[in-house]
């Protein structure tokens, strides 16, 4: 029996039984479009917050007192338990290298803030001009921080949207008098409303000179200091640069942790990677179920088919292209199930993708191979036990039977 | 051109050992027209199974065309079966999908002919059974008879030397059983050897050759 027509025969007994084919069909196509669906969801989210990352300027480094990081040879060095702190001249510091374009201290602490007898307990961070820049913040009326000497303690400060909304309602802040403290500052500017930032609700704010808040909370050492690298291929050099800089400012001492941007997305990727990988397996599981439900209506078909199986043997087929007919029916099954499968997995992502156009949803090529050759492979697998049934029937008792 | 020497069909059934067959010689010339007749029970099927290679002797040997054919393995078994022996059974065995035709074309496509050779062929075998006009219909549109008839034009259509029918008529009224019988012996004229099994002694008298068995043994065979 030559193959072309073997596959014509097991064709129109797939078109004989037409219900239960259209069921296995369907069982095998939604675990196909499960796995490409539940992947493209997966690499969706992934480009999702590699986007988002970007668009914060990926070239960011971040110094934070302490070491939280062990690994490789700093694991030889034993912790200080009060590390030293990080001063506005470790900042200054950083300015000097050619792989560095912007260094922007930050001190973070809380304080009583009123203006007009309303008063509230609010995050005041301490920076300059330049953390603005390195987080693209914008001001909705006023300027930043001034420019300048980082050690100049100047009484002004920028508001949070939300603070200037709770504090002085539609009454105009420009210009206005605000009490920190125990010290009164001149208010120059309000942000722009939108996101978190360094752990800090921005919009719940209020941004002083950094040494401004050194005056106010009474302490010199810094809650960390953003160092923007010029380009993306500085953020290493600029990294050591940080690394060095700071060890030889502290007798030696490696006591501060460097985070770069890229690590922390290259950490968001790997957990998304991993994501995507395990709903693709949960599809993959759902594609194993129906190869086994293949594999049972298989062996009801072999039953129901004994006569004929006995008759094709009377004909003159062989073992082998008995075994071949029965095989190719669950080869067939299961690639229109792939076929289908695709179809609706990509209507699937489609519908997705327009309705959440910001996730960028597209299933990867390797996990639609994958999803495709585990239903092949599960379609002969799962195909082989009913295919043996059928090859193996005695033909005189498959024939004695009605 | 079949030739049985010593033949033991024994079945196991539980402890019990059930002789089917027990020490059957036998020989059919090229062409020959023979019944088989005989209580139920006394092995006939058996040895038209075996005759027909679905079914292997326990113990004897069987000669077809001065060859060996009891050791043979399972893809020359196969091509015996498909090139020198056609079956017709009480029960029709027409696959239900298929048409008329495409039941009748099945040897052809185990064998490997091209389609427009089968086409040609398919058409003259439904002919010479008289079913022409009913190729594109399917057995459950066809009357006992025609069924009976699209089976006998699929066992023929590879020209066979032997043509097995065990109780061919058994499932038909007394009119579609005396075509169906016409057809076949039409054939056995063209040179087929032919056996049937029956239980009807009109048919069985018809035969040019009459055996009859007994308790798994041939008690008598004679021309007639
Ligand atoms: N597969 C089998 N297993 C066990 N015993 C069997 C088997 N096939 C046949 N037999 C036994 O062998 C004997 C002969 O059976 P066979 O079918 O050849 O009889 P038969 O002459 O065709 O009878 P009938 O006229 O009723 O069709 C019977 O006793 C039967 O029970
Ligand atoms: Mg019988």
């Not at chain 2, 099994?197 to 008598?220: E, F, K, P, Q």
Request: overall charge neutral; some cysteine; hydrophobic content about 45%.
């Amino acid at each position: 029996m030559k193959l072309l027509e073997s596959l014509r025969f097991a064709f129109q007994a797939l078109t004989g039984f037409r219900l239960r084919s259209i069921l296995m069909v369907l069982a095998m196509s939604i675990g196909v479009a499960s796995v490409m669906i539940l992947t493209g969801i997966g690499e969706g989210a992934r480009g999702y917050v590699s986007g988002q990352f970007a668009s914060l300027g990926t070239h960011m480094l971040i110094v934070i007192p302490g070491r939280t990081e062990t690994g490789g040879a700093g694991a030889a060095f034993t912790v200080p338990d009060t590390p030293r702190d990080l001063t506005l001249d470790d900042a200054i510091a950083l300015r000097r290298s050619a792989h560095v374009s912007m260094v922007a201290p930050v001190v973070l602490g809380s304080g009583l803030v009123s203006a007009k007898g309303r008063e509230r307990d609010i995050p005041i961070l301490g920076s300059t001009r330049e953390l603005f820049t390195i987080r693209h913040w914008e001001l909705s009326q006023g300027t930043a921080l001034p420019e300048g000497d980082l050690q100049r303690d100047t009484p002004v400060c920028v508001l949070g949207s939300k603070v200037r909304k709770e504090l002085f309602g539609a009454d105009p802040v420009l210009g206005e008098w605000l009490r920190v403290g125990d010290r009164r500052m001149r208010i120059i500017g309000v942000l722009r409303p939108g996101g978190m930032s360094v752990g800090v609700d921005v919009d719940d704010v209020v941004l002083v000179p950094v040494a401004t808040a050194q005056a106010l909370f009474n302490s010199p050492s810094l809650f960390r200091i953003m160092v923007s690298a010029t380009r993306r291929e500085s953020i290493e050099p600029a990294r050591r640069f940080v690394r060095d800089t700071l060890r030889e400012r502290h007798q030696g001492e490696e006591d501060v942790t460097v985070i770069t941007q890229d690590a922390v997305l290259a950490t968001f990727d790997q957990i998304l990677g991993a994501l995507t990988l395990a709903v693709g397996g949960i599809g993959a599981i759902s594609l194993v179920v129906a190869g086994i439900l293949v594999m049972n209506v298989m062996l009801v078909a072999v039953s129901q088919r004994t006569a004929e199986i006995g008759l094709l043997k009377a004909l003159g087929a062989r073992r082998s292209g008995i075994l071949q007919l029965f095989l190719y029916e669950a080869v067939l099954l299961c690639l229109l199930g792939a076929v289908v499968g695709t179809l609706v997995g990509q209507a699937g992502v489609w519908a997705l993708a327009s309705t959440y156009p910001q996730v960028p949803v597209a299933t990867p090529l390797w996990a639609w191979i994958a999803g495709v050759s585990v239903a092949v492979v599960t379609g002969v697998l799962f195909g082989v036990l009913p295919a043996r049934r059928a090859a193996d029937l005695d033909p005189v008792t498959a024939l004695s039977r009605r | 051109m079949i030739r049985l020497e010593g033949i033991d069909r024994i079945f196991q059934v539980g402890d019990q050992q059930v002789h089917a067959l027990s020490q059957v010689d036998l020989e059919v010339g090229t062409g020959e027209y023979i019944s088989i007749m005989g209580p139920s029970g006394s092995g006939k099927s058996t040895l038209l199974n075996l005759l027909g290679l679905l079914d292997r002797p326990t113990s004897g040997r069987y000669f077809l065309n001065d060859q060996d054919v009891s050791g043979l393995d399972d893809a020359r078994q196969a091509y015996t079966r498909r090139r020198y022996i056609g079956f017709v059974f009480q029960f029709f065995h027409l696959v239900p999908r298929l048409t008329a035709a495409g039941n009748v074309e099945l040897p052809l496509i185990l064998d490997g002919v091209a389609p427009a050779e089968r086409h040609e062929r398919v058409k003259t075998s439904l002919a010479e059974v008289g079913l022409a006009d009913r190729a594109h219909h399917r057995p459950d549109q066809l009357s006992g008879g025609q069924r009976q008839r699209v089976a006998i034009a699929r066992a023929t259509i590879m020209r066979p030397q032997l043509l097995l029918a065990d109780e061919p008529t058994g499932n038909l009224d007394q009119a579609s059983g005396a075509d169906v019988l016409k057809v076949l012996e039409a054939l056995s004229d063209q040179g087929i050897a032919l056996m049937v099994v029956t239980h009807d002694a009109n048919i069985g008298a018809r035969a040019h050759r009459a055996i009859r068995m007994v308790d798994g043994r041939i008690v008598s065979d004679r021309a007639q």
